[in-house]
T-cell receptor, first 113, second 113 residues
Framework: TQLLEQSPQFLSIQEGENLTVYCNSSSVFSSLQWYRQEPGEGPVLLVT?????EVKKLKRLTFQFGDARKDSSLHITAAQPGDTGLYLC?????????????FGTGTRLTIIP | DTGVSQNPRHKITKRGQNVTFRCDPI?????LYWYRQTLGQGPEFLTYFQNEAQLEKSRLLSDRFSAERPKGSFSTLEIQRTEQGDSAMYLC???????????FGQGTRLTVV
């Protein structure tokens, strides 16, 4: 059973459009990270959210942590070809005695020039 | 470059052979994680260390897999009697204890033929 469900699994949009990807769980997380991964490379950390309801912005990327700390979203404004990649969310539950990160299956994003 | 370093980047081996991978974490990080990622999936947790102590192992880590972190610095992951199902990207990450973020290396791509 996948603890973190990401949707959509695949998304292909035109350059300049906006998009949102989602990361949902029935479990509460102490923190949630978003990573982007290029083919053949390791995941690169984009952001960490810790507080329920927290919103963080990274240039054209906006990340939100759900009030109950069970879900998160990533919104990209005016997508560019450089945004293409696999976006992974990962949750940590150290307050529950579980130190490791649990990853979602990812959203593969393709931005068409 | 002071990021997480993994060697080798690629390994092709014949079924039944043993392989060993190395991970050098960010120098001040006391936590080190190993993950495995197969095509189209998010990374799956294998094991983690705090300093030299191995604190958690996944059920995915069969008896053929062993990980060590002597002196709490670099880590090695050994797979004995490799099987075709072991083909995957093996990712190492490190973090500070009590910190939410984990930083990943570029991974070692294992192909068992």
């Amino acid at each position: 059973t996948q603890l973190l469900e990401q949707s959509p699994q695949f998304l292909s949009i035109q350059e300049g459009e906006n998009l949102t990807v989602y990361c949902n769980s029935s479990s509460v997380f102490s923190s949630l990270q978003w990573y982007r991964q290029e083919p053949g490379e390791g995941p690169v950390l984009l952001v960490t959210v810790v507080t329920g309801g927290e919103v963080k912005k990274l240039k054209r990327l906006t990340f939100q942590f759900g009030d109950a700390r069970k879900d998160s979203s990533l919104h990209i404004t005016a997508a560019q070809p450089g945004d293409t990649g696999l976006y992974l969310c990962a949750g940590a539950r150290p307050n529950f005695g579980n130190e490791k990160l649990t990853f979602g299956t990812g959203t593969r994003l393709t931005i068409i020039p | 470059d002071t990021g997480v370093s993994q060697n080798p980047r690629h390994k092709i081996t014949k079924r039944g052979q043993n392989v060993t991978f190395r991970c050098d974490p960010i120098s001040e990080h006391n936590r080190l994680y190993w993950y495995r990622q197969t095509l189209g999936q998010g990374p799956e947790f294998l094991t983690y260390f705090q300093n030299e102590a191995q604190l958690e192992k996944s059920r995915l880590l069969s008896d053929r897999f062993s990980a060590e972190r002597p002196k709490g610095s670099f880590s090695t992951l050994e797979i004995q009697r490799t099987e075709q199902g072991d083909s995957a990207m093996y990712l190492c990450a490190s973090s500070l204890a009590r910190a939410a973020e984990a930083f990943f290396g570029q991974g070692t791509r294992l192909t068992v033929v």
